[in-house]
């Protein structure tokens, strides 16, 4: 049999050969409806996905990027529903005519800029998305090499107010570690931004998390032991492991619902199974006699950085783990 420590470390080994792909790095943008304070893209190559709602039909949201000659400007607007109100995209770019059009009402364009308005349409079908499961539905995209370097605006307009919008940009897929880690905080608002109630998206974490805990305390209660901090950090580390895997099951189920089962859908399974495996490795492991031996601690540790690999457990799993590998053993009596 394959010691446990040999298994994670290999499995570690396949999980940082494995692309993120076509997921973006979330960003929240907030007080840009006038031109002056766009929010600004540093790097227009790398996929981002910001989440916004325009309030009102004579507001925007703005976006900013500095690009030079050779740069390519890849754009994407979606809604987020087949009966939502479609927001439009309008590209402000430095000018060669140096007129701007007046595309829409109350849209600023700074003096010697062009613009280019691009439509929005109601996409007949929904796209599947694995990161998180989601149905998009892109109502508009853009993209051009550039040849006239400078300062580019993009906004986003729409005709009617509460207008739902995500709009991602760049097609390299990159992101800094505390991007990664930090994933799973963003899934949650993506859910709730799709018109989800956030108790609604959080029920099967929570229901797996508190039944769990209420059963193995009175499974420990009656056996007469006393558990010590190991043990609860490593038993709640297994459980939210488990609850985050059933959160992300149940919004990829609610999806195919509306989009089908596709083939990346084995995306989103690979990404929910491999928190189960470890969830179910760690109860185990918790349950152990006597303190943690150091092919314990080093299991957790792994444990704990796969989890962060894997957005698992919300980022409370993956902690309670590192923890558990430091802190005294799993029992402070035995029976």
């Known amino acids: 049999m394959v010691p446990r420590v040999l298994f994670l470390a290999l499995l570690f080994g396949l999980i940082i050969l494995i692309p993120p792909g076509g997921a973006r790095v979330p960003l929240t943008a907030g007080g840009n409806t006038h031109i002056a304070n766009a929010f600004s893209i540093d790097d227009p190559a790398k996929t981002y996905i910001m989440y916004g709602i325009i309030e009102n039909a004579s507001d925007a949201a703005y976006f900013r990027f500095s690009l030079n000659t050779g740069d390519q400007l ?33 849209l600023e364009a700074p003096a010697g800029y062009d ?5 929005g349409h109601a996409p ?21 090499e550039i040849r006239n370097p400078g300062i580019y605006y993009v906004a986003i307009v729409s005709r009617k107010n509460e207008t739902h919008y995500s709009f991602s940009s760049g097609y390299k897929e990159e992101f800094s570690p505390s991007e ?4 799973p905080a963003s899934t949650i608002g993506t859910h709730i931004w799709e018109g989800q109630p956030v108790l609604s998206v959080l029920a099967p974490f ?5 039944m769990s805990i209420i059963v193995i305390g009175r499974r420990e209660q009656r056996k007469g032991s006393r558990p ?12 939210t492991y488990l609850g985050g895997a059933a959160l992300t099951l149940v919004q990829m189920f609610r999806v195919f619902q509306i989009t089908g089962v596709p083939p990346s859908a084995a995306i989103t399974i690979f990404f929910a199974a491999v928190p189960v495996v470890l969830g179910i490795f760690t109860l185990r492991l918790a349950r152990g006699p006597g303190p943690h ?8 540790l792994l444990i704990g950085v796969i989890g962060l690999v894997f957005w698992a457990g ?6 309670c783990a590192l923890i558990a590998a430091l802190v005294p053993g799993r029992r402070e009596v035995d029976p």
């Open 293 to 300: 031996s150091i092919r314990d601690r080093i299991a957790l």
């Open 74 to 106: 890849d754009l994407s607007l979606t809604n987020a529903g087949p009966l939502d109100p479609v927001p439009d995209l309008v590209i402000l770019s430095p000018g060669i005519t140096g007129e701007a059009a007046q595309v829409t009402a109350g």
């Open 124 to 144: 007949a079908t929904a796209e599947y998305e694995p990161f998180p499961p989601a149905a998009t539905y892109e109502v508009a995209s853009y993209s051009r």
């Open 115 to 119: 613009t280019l308005l691009v439509t």
């Open 314 to 319: 919300l980022l409370i799993g993956p902690a």
């Open 228 to 239: 010590g901090p190991g043990f609860w950090l490593a038993t709640v580390s297994g459980i």
């Open 206 to 210: 929570m229901a797996i998390v508190f």
């Open 180 to 183: 990664w880690v930090l994933m």
